[in-house]
């Protein structure tokens, strides 16, 4: 399933304005003074710079969480799982309505 928003932005793009926050931080009088400022400048709303600033954090080691890699395989093993589980339903569907197909066919004789 593909995600609703469209990513506008490069993965080198977010990475270059994570690199200058973390470099420019200093130079404002918060963090988010620093995030608004560049998110200005790079064309982003500063909500989605945070994100990335998080997330650049939790990848990072620096911030708990669960790593983007991480992320990425849980979500693929769900995606596999439902997948599986569908496939099974059908198989069961299929098996019973066979069986029943061979309990009919084996009355008429």
Known sequence: MMSKTRN???P????RAVRMVFDHEKEHRSRWAAVS???TKIGCTA???NE???KAEVDSGTRAGLPSEVT???KALER???EL???NEILRKASAYFAMAELDRRSKT
């Open 8 to 10: 506008r932005f490069s």
């Open 52 to 54: 990335w600033v998080k």
């Open 80 to 82: 596999e799982n439902r």
């Open 72 to 74: 990425e395989k849980l």
């Open 37 to 39: 400022s560049i998110a």
């Open 85 to 87: 589980r569908q496939a």
């Open 12 to 15: 080198e793009v977010r990475a």
């Open 47 to 49: 909500q989605s710079l």
